[in-house]
């Protein structure tokens, strides 16, 4: 309820807060790596086509060197992109051929969120049963950092931190086929955060105290409790 009445009267009250600690513990690349995979989604970088150089990817994406090519590695890993000594680095050719984002893409909303309920409940299970206490902290972290934009009153900034909480939860599954999918679907609820623009930031400030309970349900590892603030979650989710 703080939050909410924060938000109503923003014009009246300032608001500081050090979110320092919140970009140190989220790892930069991991950032990189899903922006690049966006990319590709968007058809901006396309299958078989060589990607930007690291100067120019530094520049696109505002990081440093090092940062670009832990992203490329991880990507070049999971058989996204190709490194070609001497040639530069390159789409993978086959990637629509395994790629779920351009299906999921093509699905209806409500198909997607049955589908995406069904993965968070088992992902926010295995959380509550399997984090760490590091996991923990990146939980916290995005839940700061969600509380933050939307006091900032910054649309984009907030979307990126609700899914960020969402996707440190799923991490913190210790499931990483789980992860990858349901990081599948957080590309689409970008695009369902961005038509749900009209509404501004309200609803995330409205269920922002939800998902501090699902973050407190999951730290003591109470499953009922988890599963119970996820529901709330989900119910509230148009």
């Known amino acids: 309820m703080v939050l909410i009445e924060a938000f109503v009267h923003k014009r009246k009250t300032s608001y500081v807060w050090n979110c320092t600690y919140v970009s140190q513990l989220m790892k930069l690349y991991d950032k990189i790596v ?14 078989g086509e060589k990607i930007p150089a690291e100067p120019e990817l530094m520049k696109l994406y505002d990081v440093g060197r090092s940062t670009v090519r832990e992203a490329v590695k991880t990507l070049a890993m999971s058989g996204i992109l190709q490194v070609q000594q001497g040639s530069g680095t390159f789409v993978n050719a086959n990637i629509q051929d395994v790629s779920i984002e351009q299906r999921l893409r093509r699905a209806d909303f409500d198909e997607i969120n049955s589908v995406r309920a069904l993965l968070e409940k088992e992902i926010v299970k295995l959380a509550t049963l399997n984090h760490t206490q590091a996991q923990i902290s990146e939980i916290e972290a995005a839940l700061e950092q969600r509380k933050a934009a939307i006091h900032a009153e910054n649309p984009q900034e907030t979307a990126d931190a609700d899914i960020e909480f969402h996707m440190a939860i799923a991490r913190a599954a210790g499931n990483t086929v789980l ?5 599948s679907f957080t590309l689409i609820l970008r695009s369902f955060f961005s038509a749900r623009e009209v509404q501004g930031i309200s609803r995330f400030a409205m269920n922002h105290h939800l998902h501090e309970q699902l973050y407190k349900a999951i730290k003591s590892g109470k499953v009922n409790q988890s599963q119970a603030a996820l529901q709330k979650i989900l119910d509230n989710n148009y």
């Open 34 to 47: 899903s922006r690049i995979k966006e990319d590709i989604n968007t058809g901006i970088f396309k299958a």
């Open 179 to 183: 992860a990858e999918l349901y990081y």
